[in-house]
């Protein structure tokens, strides 16, 4: 590791246009290398957690920081019918005065690398927006009602560092109704049980970055990032022989799939990605990327008795600009793009795409046994949120830290909260099919 800070850029001196300039001028195979190879290659997607409080609860009562904004009264759950048609996924981020619902002080969830507030973020706006949808609305997140759905429920992540930041943020929307307890069965941080007593609600998150078998076959590597034996028709048993009795399931992969890797199908190597060995086939990242998801969902399709419902939380961009992230990239704007200065295209696209086919694909498998597939598809919301990261504020400025400005987390709180509303949503559509379905059975 080293320090990577000497290079900042200063706030102000990137641009969308200079960034353009640059990939323009870059022959294609260039920007896979830069994109592809490097960015990412080093970044180690997992710190540690600093230490919760064993057990709190809280009924926010207390809180004098936030006023609250919603009651137990407000729990009536109502979904207008103009959501049939309209694509929630599909929008613009509009201003939203009332936000933040919770901060630093109130919630003890925020990892220490996403509290941009105690490491001097000066701005305070990338907090004040809300999604709006082309066509209707998103309400706010209102945690009565996620509770009141997710009673006697259990919902799991399972990914990478990405996911473990959005269960944070659920956590700490959460926390004005309830704290959970900790409910772990092990000190290990990346397999977390947390159990909200007054909901019979449970919140685990799994960790597995490839959603594979995966193993570190060496420390350093070509890019010193290490170089992964990536196992992709190998189920990890760490999350897929625990998922049985959970009622939902949030997948998340992607960033992890930049870094260099020795690709295995029937426990031969059959490639690689950037290995920079002889007579292996270098394969972009999707060629990895596809088939883990697939083992992904042929796991949870082959577990007999898992009978929850499995939601793919889309790929969230990065957003460096003016470098690398080891080369002075940064991302340093202070407002959400609208929809039509910016597109999803290059790698990104590539990788939302793969995520979709193999989606579809798993989906239509598991329509056979009765599992059902949802899409979290965050991906375009958070295409325009370039704001929204810690950048330099996720650690002190003298921190020896690799990823010196971070520009692949979110702050909390910060553009991420919206999730649970998309979550919310989903669920409560949940519950509308179905009691759609009671009605009209063959409907
Ligand atoms: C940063 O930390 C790494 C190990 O974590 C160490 O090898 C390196 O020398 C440190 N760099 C500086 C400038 O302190
Ligand atoms: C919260 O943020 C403030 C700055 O707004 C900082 O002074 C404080 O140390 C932070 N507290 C925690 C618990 O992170
Ligand atoms: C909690 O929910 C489970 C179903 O997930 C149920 O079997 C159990 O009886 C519930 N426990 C309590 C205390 O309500
Ligand atoms: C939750 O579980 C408890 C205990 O089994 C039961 O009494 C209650 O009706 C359940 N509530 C819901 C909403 O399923
Ligand atoms: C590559 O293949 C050739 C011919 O099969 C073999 O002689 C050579 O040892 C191989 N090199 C490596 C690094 O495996």
């Not at 909200?196 to 076959?217: D, G, R």
Request: proline share 6%.
């Amino acid at each position: 590791m080293k320090v990577t800070g000497s290079h900042e850029v200063p706030y102000g001196k990137v641009n969308k246009l200079e960034q353009g300039t640059t990939l323009k001028s870059t022959s294609k195979t260039l920007i896979l290398v830069t994109l592809t190879l490097i960015i990412l290659t080093i970044v180690p997607l997992y710190y540690p957690l600093h230490k919760y409080p064993s057990t709190h609860t809280s009924t926010g009562a207390g809180d004098t920081t936030i006023s609250p904004v919603y009651h137990p009264q407000d729990e009536l759950i109502t979904i207008n019918n103009n959501h049939h048609k309209c694509d929630v996924f599909s929008g613009e981020w509009v201003p939203n005065p009332d936000a933040p619902y919770y901060n630093n002080m109130t919630c003890w969830a925020i990892h220490e690398h996403q509290n941009c507030q105690k490491y001097g973020r000066p701005d305070s706006d990338f907090m004040k927006w809300r999604w709006k949808p082309d066509g209707c609305d998103l309400p706010i997140f209102n945690p009565y009602q996620f509770l009141e759905i997710v009673r006697n429920k259990s919902l799991a992540f399972v990914g990478d560092s990405v996911g473990r930041n959005q269960m944070q943020s659920l956590i700490c929307m959460l926390s004005r109704v309830e704290y959970p307890i900790d409910k772990s069965t092990t000190k290990d941080e990346n397999f977390k049980h947390w159990y909200y007593v007054s909901y019979n609600f449970t919140l685990a998150t799994y960790w597995s970055p490839f959603l594979v078998k995966a193993q570190e076959a060496s420390s350093d590597g070509p890019t010193h990032t290490g170089l992964f034996n990536l196992y992709l028709d190998e189920f990890d048993e760490k999350w897929t022989t625990q998922i049985d009795n959970f009622n939902y399931l949030i997948i998340n992969a992607g960033h992890w799939f930049w870094r260099p890797a020795l690709y295995y199908v029937n426990k031969q190597v059959v490639g690689c990605r950037f290995c920079q060995l002889e007579n292996i086939t270098d394969y972009p990242m999707t060629f990895g990327y596809r088939k883990a998801i697939r083992t992904a969902f042929n796991a949870i399709n082959s577990r007999r008795n898992f009978k929850g419902i499995t939601i793919l939380r889309t790929f969230a961009p990065m957003h460096f600009e003016g470098g690398e992230w080891n080369s002075g990239g940064d991302c340093v704007r202070k407002m959400p793009f609208k929809s039509n200065e910016i597109k999803l295209e290059g790698v990104n696209l590539e990788l939302y795409m793969t995520q979709i086919e193999e989606f579809n694909r798993g989906e239509k498998i598991g329509k056979n046994r009765g599992l059902k597939y949802r899409l979290l598809d965050t991906t375009q919301a958070m295409l325009l949120r370039p704001d929204g990261h810690p950048s330099r504020y996720g650690h002190w400025p003298n921190e020896n830290v690799t990823l010196y400005n971070d520009c692949v987390h979110w702050c909390l709180p910060g553009p991420i909260d919206t999730w649970s509303d998309f979550l919310l949503h989903t669920l409560k559509m949940e519950g509308l099919r179905s009691a759609e379905e009671k009605a009209h059975p063959k409907g």
